[in-house]
């Protein structure tokens, strides 16, 4: 990378963005990309470039496949970009996607980071038996609002937003019965839509606890090193530069709210005018467009997507 852009910043996507095939246009082409998937196979003992390459895909949707498979695809997509393009001013991940940025800044190295989500998945996996857990999507309706919704359905039980991803999207997460009695709640308060997601874990409340404390203890026998670039951080929604903060804000987050919107007004404030979504999918990218609809936002996650942002660069 050369100089740096101060209006640049690069984003990268969690769980949910995961299909078959992902990176492996780029690891046909580029050597960076194919050594990538390597280091990553290696890192896990297993052949995680097939999983993504050619399935099957209810094997990816596994949780404890599917976050070392986005991280690795994000990273192989990265790896292409960089060489031809500016250095960005920030970096930013949704969730698993924190990772990916803190990769990016070099705060973990890629192996540790590749190993790190595949037991943070399985942590997570393992937190709430199945069944006990639930996370619906709340549609057209604001924070304070769902707040409030979430508060009502509670009844003693866990019932929280995990994910503030836009204006017009937010995720809550909790006990089965509390957020489906949210949901309903939410629909007769005049929510666009209100719909249970179908996901293996109450991801970002407090039914997650036992997996933050399983990943604390990983990440505290890494090494980390100071993020090259700030990374905008989920759980408080506020800029990282130090790698004792990286680590603490990794492990708040498994039990924190995602606040992705909050984290793109802060990069938008810091004077961040292009965002370019670095990995599989274009979820951020469209959570963008409902975020600030005059920002500039690109993705690249193959070959097509490469050619035309670095073309929009130019």
């Known amino acids: 990378m050369s100089n740096t852009n101060h209006s640049l910043a690069l984003l990268f996507p969690g769980q949910g963005s995961q299909v078959v095939g992902m990176g492996k246009h780029f690891a046909e082409k580029y050597p960076v990309a194919r050594q990538t998937f390597e280091e990553a ?16 895909e209810e094997q990816l949707r596994l949780t404890e496949i599917t976050q070392p498979a986005i991280l690795t695809a994000s990273v192989a997509s990265l790896r292409v970009l960089e060489t031809r393009l500016p250095k960005p001013a920030f970096v930013a991940g949704h969730s698993l996607g924190e990772y990916s940025a803190h990769v990016a800044a070099g705060t973990i190295s ?15 996996q393992e937190a709430v038996p199945v069944g ?11 924070l304070a609002k769902v707040t409030a919704v979430c508060h ?14 836009s204006p017009e ?17 939410a629909d007769e308060r005049g929510a666009k839509r209100a719909k249970l997601l179908p996901v293996s874990a109450p991801f970002h409340c407090s039914l997650m606890k036992p997996a933050q404390d399983q990943l604390e ?19 408080d929604a506020e800029l990282v530069t130090d790698e004792a903060r990286a680590r603490d804000t990794l492990v708040r987050q498994v039990t924190g709210s995602v606040k992705w919107e909050q984290c793109i007004h802060l990069l938008i404030d810091r ?11 274009k979820v951020l990218s469209g959570l963008m ?11 690249v996650g193959d070959e097509a997507s490469l050619a035309k942002t670095l073309e929009s660069l130019a």
């Not at 999207?169 to 006990?175: D, E, K, P």
């Not at 004077?271 to 999918?281: C, D, L």
């Open 41 to 56: 196979d290696e890192a896990l003992g297993y052949k995680l470039s097939r999983v993504c390459f050619e399935g099957p």
């Open 110 to 124: 890629f192996a540790d980071a590749v190993r790190t989500v595949r037991q943070r998945g399985k942590y997570m």
């Open 132 to 142: 006990v857990g639930a996370m619906a999507a709340i549609l057209g309706m604001d």
């Open 152 to 165: 009502d359905a509670r009844h003693g039980e866990v019932c929280d937003p995990a994910n503030i991803n």
């Open 169 to 185: 999207q937010i995720v809550i997460s909790g006990n089965t019965a509390a957020v489906e009695r949210a949901a309903k709640l």
């Open 217 to 235: 203890t990983d990440l505290n026998a890494l090494a980390l090193q100071k993020p090259a670039y700030p990374v905008a951080c989920n759980v």
């Open 271 to 281: 004077g961040v005018q292009t965002f370019i979504e670095v990995g599989p999918g």
């Open 289 to 299: 467009r409902q975020i600030d609809r005059l920002k500039t936002v690109m993705n």
